[in-house]
């Protein structure tokens, strides 16, 4: 019995040009015409789905980084899991040639391996440009580990090596078929193909050794799949031929604008390119690295353990551990006109810059263990004159510049305000002003495109350390800050912190209602408040309804219960005897 037909690792466009020399039916009697397969596969895609889903190889396949790039294949299948920070438009090559009688493609391909014949015998397709990068914040714990792949990647090597000899001493025959009736491919095409994949490894620079980007092909997918922002994994063939570079400084009547802008700034030998075969949008549970299976009544004894370790962070003030477990679990459940439903954002006052320091470092040092994205913003008048918050378009290369607020869904700002001294905003610290107080407002980013400006939704929270009151991010929550303690507190153990991510994760995401017994309860509440404290409103309103819904959701709980809106109007007095 002979090996497996194709090596979707290994040689995965050897899988995609026998599934198109069998789907179009080369060196047969009757062919289907290439034409056919324009934004359509012909059978390549089923196949790695089958090989990744169906036959657990999603694990073998190495992750693209900093790290692995120097190791990793080229024209071998990788995943690079990553944020759309740029949509840079179609790109048109040539999808399908004929090589004499018989029909060839290119998809999923730069260049070409064989020469191509005239335009009556090509087929021009069409593919989209997706500028990646890593997840910015993203967590260490987030990173899958990658200790044995390096041996993976040299046995590859020597796999390669062995069947090159094989096959010179056999003298195989370039048209000998396979049992499922697919030619192999020839020697020779395999040892240019393995020459040329050393020599363009060899030219890869790293523009950064802990950031690098991707350039992502993608191939007849909807543009409704992916927006910018999203996180994805994409799963495809890895090239980085230095003789790209090249071919595109022709000039190519198939070229479109594009290589004289954005993609002349993005060499290939600095950023690698995918061509997408899968992609499939990441959430949260994703980058868990075990996905434990809680019974409902052990959600009540996580919360608890976790609300103890923020008690703990906190200084022994329960009262903001309260808060601060609630403003956790935040999230835009929904938008009703400019309204951002479910958002609660936190602002703890009565910090100074001392004190702001010693919170600040244990409460960062607690969110890069609990949450996937994490940043933080020292506000300060500098600060906001020179920082880039806002994306802005670059039409000379046709770029969008990111900025400090482009971050994807669930990613969490810390901001210090703590450090602003009194001074002069500058044209750029008032726009700066402008879009922290959208994001904290309406949780939105308004993106400069020079000759307009359009406004992208996002989903961030924020928390932000002041002396008073902060006027320049206005919080749904203020609380004022009272520790009591500075004791030191244990790192927890792995079990913990997994348990406390999946918490997290998990019952923001719950459902919520209230019943008409309930309902009746909160609406005689609210008017019985509005009668004694006439300065209420319905912001107020709007923030109970959120807490209440994120008490219940703390508990594992989808209805709301008359203890736990008992619970949000005893936590609302405290805060409030606290403001006094």
Known sequence: MGGPPYDCMANPLGAVRLTFEKAIGSGSLTQTH????????????????????????????????????????????????????????????????????????????????????TPPDMCVWERRLLYCVPVPGQSSWTEPSCEMEPNRGMDWSSQNREKRRRMDDEDADPLDLREDGFPSPSPESRDSKT??????????????KDNLPCLVKIYDSPESELKLNDVFEFIGVLTVDS????????????????????????????????????????????????????????????????????????????????????????????????????????????????SATVFGTRLSQAFKSLLPFTHFIPLTLEYLNTASLAPKKDYQENRLIPGVLQLPEGSHIMVDETQLESGSLSSIGIENTKSLKNLMEFQKVEYDFQYYKMEMAADVQLLIFSEGKSNIVPADVVVPFQPSSLESFEIPVAEALEAWRWYLATVRLL?????????????????AARQADRSLGSRDFSRWLTMARLVSSSFGETCLSLEHWQMVKELERLRRERLK
Not at 58 to 64: A, H, T, Y
Not at 92 to 106: E, I, P, S
Not at 195 to 208: K, L, N
Not at 296 to 320: M, Q, S, W, Y
């Open 34 to 117: 290439p034409l056919a397969f324009d934004g359509k596969d012909w059978g390549a895609l089923d196949l790695f789905r089958h090989f990744l889903f169906q036959e657990s190889g999603l694990s073998q396949v190495p992750i693209l980084n900093s790290k692995t790039m120097r190791w990793v294949q080229p024209n071998s299948l990788v995943r690079y899991r990553g944020m759309i920070q740029d949509m840079l438009g179609n790109e048109f090559y040539v999808g399908a040639y004929k090589d004499g009688n018989l029909w060839r493609t290119n998809k999923f391909m730069d260049v070409s391996q064989y020469p191509m014949g």
């Open 195 to 208: 020459a040329s994949s050393s020599s363009s490894m060899s030219t890869f620079q790293y523009v950064d």
């Open 243 to 354: 003789e790209l570079a090249v071919e595109k400084d022709d000039n190519d009547e198939l070229s479109n604008s594009f290589y004289d802008d954005a993609l002349v700034h993005l060499p290939p030998n600095k950023v690698p390119r995918l061509h997408c075969l899968v992609h499939r949008k990441l959430a949260v549970h994703d980058f868990l690295q075990s996905s434990p299976i809680m019974e409902p009544h052990l959600v009540k004894g996580i919360r608890e353990a976790l609300f103890r370790h923020l008690t703990t962070v906190l200084g022994n003030d329960e009262v903001a551990a309260h808060f601060m477990l609630l403003h956790l679990l935040s999230k835009v459940h929904a938008r009703v006109d400019d309204v951002a439903v479910g958002k609660l954002s936190l602002n703890l006052m009565g910090l100074s810059k001392e």
């Open 511 to 527: 459902p919520h209602s209230i019943g008409s017994e309930m309902q009746k309860v909160v609406e005689d509440d609210l008017v």
